[in-house]
């Protein structure tokens, strides 16, 4: 095992420059998960780490050794794909035995290893089967006992559960974290779904236009975003935005909504920000705004609530204890420490928290 | 679907299947039981003012006529004609085997039989074209898609030339380049250092330029069939071999070749059939002599003064069964497949 570091990598495509000098060190046996909208370069760095895309500039180390000369072969790299990419017209087993045929191991090392990662994935009774035969969900289980049995430096992940029905997201994700914990393989898990991210690795990285925007453990990516993009990126439902306007040490949000906050620095009066509040941060009851609501979705546990407030269409989140329908009157409150304010030009956070 | 409305779909088709493909194999099937009608022949007496009288044998063209004239397709024969010398020839068969002096006489004397030899050629034409010009094909596909966006325009064109060409002119082409004074005949003379060596004196050349002249003319079908094939074979599983170790080859070999696999069936089938009727080489090459195919025979038959409706007719029937049986693993295996579903 081995970890992973990327120097100033970038990218570029012609004249478009796609990853822009990341800088990224994953220790030995962690995992990290790259996340960002379609487009952001996610799915660009892992095929660099993996060999299948050149870099344009920077150094990729795999346990202390640059490899950006080598072949994805020699990079002793297993990667997981969205689709799944088994091969066909081979079994599982031959499947899950194909690399360490290719890299010459004797039958018995190859039947001893196999036998050994299809215990450890429940594939056993599926061995003999061929692709066409097995469920989404076994196929994917596949592609992860194909990269187990290899025994690599590092597993690559690209998205690997997107193809699947959200039941069985969930259950996959499961398997995937019992799975790391289990072989404690250096590994980097690419996903445009933050809840996936943020319940899967032990750091998550946002990306985006090629750029990390941040990167830290999911619960500190939640509580404080360092920008725009990511707070509104962490969470879901996602962040509330208001356009506002420093006046008195509070945001002034356009008709009379008024966000207290905690500053981290002394702004001054008719500085241009936004203010977010999470849907499930607001306090329902006896609050400073009042709106009517406009929506109502129940899910059971919570329901989530489309308020008009002042005129901004804002999602908040209540106990389904509360009977609320639409046209009802709601009034909430935003907590001081739960209220955050970005530069409405650069997207930077201002507030403390 | 309703009976009805399916087969108001399916009744032109049929219709013409009928017409155009059961009706002239059933005519041809016919045909090939009968003989042209023996000449009726007269005895006349023949007498000369000063040497006496003889008698000769005329044909008596009116009878002939008549007789023609009644019976149109000629005299029923049975499946003599399928048995003679220029078809299945069983009875020349029992003698070769039975007196020979080894194998090589056996081929020697068979390859006399008009009929083996042009099946000879045919099966080897078949075998041998097919399998090359399959592999060919493929090669061209691989190193086609492995070329720059700019460049792949002009290779395919220049690398469909062979099909576009009329066969007809591409093997005249070929056999002028070959004869003795063509560019290639002269070479390989010179080669060899044989001012004798010609296409036309040599078997086994005339063999090999014929072969040869079936790869280039139908490497390109093979080409643009797997190219395509290859536009289909899926990026992550190439990928995911590369990441598996496996070199260039070995990805052609685990992954692409599975891959284009039914598409190499249907392609070896369409080139078979094609390759059993091969035909415009040996006329192109005027090769007749140390090569003929059934469709020659057939050619032969029917070109010339006398049209021997009868012997065409048996060696098109012999020709549809070779196909029919070059045909059956598939066949077979298709009723196989049909029969599982129903089930």
């Known amino acids: 095992m081995s970890g992973l570091e990327l120097r100033n990598i970038a990218k570029n495509y012609g004249a478009v420059s796609v990853i822009k000098g990341i800088n990224l060190t994953v220790a030995d046996g962690e995992f990290v998960a790259l996340v960002g909208p379609s487009g952001c370069g996610k799915s660009t760095i892992l095929r660099m780490v993996a060999g299948l895309e050149d870099i344009t500039d920077g150094d990729i180390l795999i346990g202390e050794k640059v490899v950006n000369e080598l072949t994805p072969r020699e990079r002793n790299i297993a990667m997981v794909f969205q689709s799944y990419a088994l091969y066909p017209h081979m079994t599982v087993y031959q499947n899950m035995a194909f690399n360490l045929e290719l890299s010459g191991k004797s039958k018995a090392e190859i039947e001893t290893r196999v036998q050994e990662a299809a215990r450890m994935l429940e594939l056993e009774p599926l061995l003999d089967r061929k692709p066409s035969q097995l469920s989404g969900g076994q196929r994917q289980r596949v592609a992860m006992g194909r990269a187990v049995v290899r025994a690599p430096a590092v597993f690559l992940f690209d998205e690997p559960l997107s193809n699947l029905d959200a039941k069985l997201r969930v259950q996959m994700r499961g398997e995937i974290k019992a799975l790391h914990k289990k072989v404690g393989v250096t590994s980097i898990y690419v996903t445009h779904d933050q809840v996936e991210a943020m319940t899967l690795a032990d750091r998550v990285v946002v990306l985006n236009r090629g750029v990390i925007q941040q990167e830290g453990s999911p619960m500190e990516l939640y509580r404080r975003p360092a920008n725009l993009f990511v707070a509104g990126f962490i969470g879901s439902p996602a962040m509330n935005f208001f356009e506002a306007t420093i006046a008195g040490g509070a945001a002034q949000a356009t008709n009379g909504l008024r966000f207290p906050f905690v500053a981290e620095r002394q702004l001054v009066d008719g500085h241009k920000v936004v203010v977010g509040v999470r849907p499930e941060h607001f306090a329902s009851g006896d609050g400073a705004m009042e709106g009517e609501v406009t929506f109502v979705e129940p899910t059971g546990g919570q329901t989530f609530v489309t308020l008009d407030l002042a005129g901004h269409q804002t999602m908040v989140l209540v106990s389904s204890d509360e009977d609320i329908f639409a046209g009802n009157r709601l009034s909430v409150s935003a907590p001081l420490e739960r209220t955050y304010v970005f530069d409405a030009e650069t997207g930077v956070r201002l507030s403390a928290n | ?343």
């Open chain 2, 1 to 343: 679907m309703p009976h009805k409305t399916f087969f108001a779909f399916v009744m032109p088709s049929l219709i013409a299947m009928v017409l155009f493909i059961a009706l002239p194999i059933v005519s041809v099937v016919v045909q090939s039981l009968y003989v042209a009608h023996d000449r009726v022949m007269v005895q006349v007496e023949n007498c000369q003012p000063f040497g006496g009288c003889s008698t000769e044998l005329r044909v008596d063209a009116a009878a002939t006529a008549e007789l023609q004239a009644e019976q149109p397709l000629g005299k029923f024969n049975g499946l003599g004609t399928y048995f003679n010398r220029a078809h299945l020839a069983f009875d020349e068969l029992g003698v070769i085997l039975q007196t020979n002096r080894g194998l090589g006489d056996i081929w020697n004397r068979v390859l006399n039989l008009p009929f083996y030899k042009g099946l000879i050629f045919t099966l080897v034409y078949c075998f041998v074209v097919t399998p090359l010009a399959m592999a060919l094909g493929f090669g061209i596909a691989l190193a086609v898609n492995a070329l720059p966006k700019v460049t792949k325009g002009p290779i395919i064109f220049f690398s469909l030339l062979p099909m576009i060409i009329t066969p007809l002119v591409g093997s005249l082409i070929l056999y002028w380049m070959l004869s003795p004074n063509g560019i290639l005949g002269a070479t390989i003379q010179h080669l060899f250092n044989d001012p004798t060596l010609s296409l036309r004196a040599s078997p086994g050349l005339t063999w090999i330029a014929l072969l040869l002249y079936g790869v280039w003319t139908n490497g390109p079908f093979s080409f643009v069939v797997f190219y395509a094939g290859l536009q289909t074979v899926p990026a992550d599983t190439l990928e995911s071999a590369m990441i598996d170790g496996a070199s260039r080859w070995e990805r052609i070999r685990y992954v692409i070749v599975p891959h284009l696999m039914p598409l190499a069936t249907f392609v070896a089938l369409v080139q078979l059939m094609d390759n059993f009727r091969v035909f415009e080489p040996i006329v192109g090459f005027s090769a007749e002599a140390n090569a003929t195919s059934l469709s020659w025979l057939i050619f032969n038959d029917l070109s010339g003064d006398t049209q021997q409706f009868g012997s065409a007719g048996a060696t098109s029937v012999l020709t549809i069964i070779g196909v029919v049986i070059l045909l059956s693993p598939v066949l077979v295996r298709t009723w196989r497949e049909f029969k599982l579903k129903v089930v």
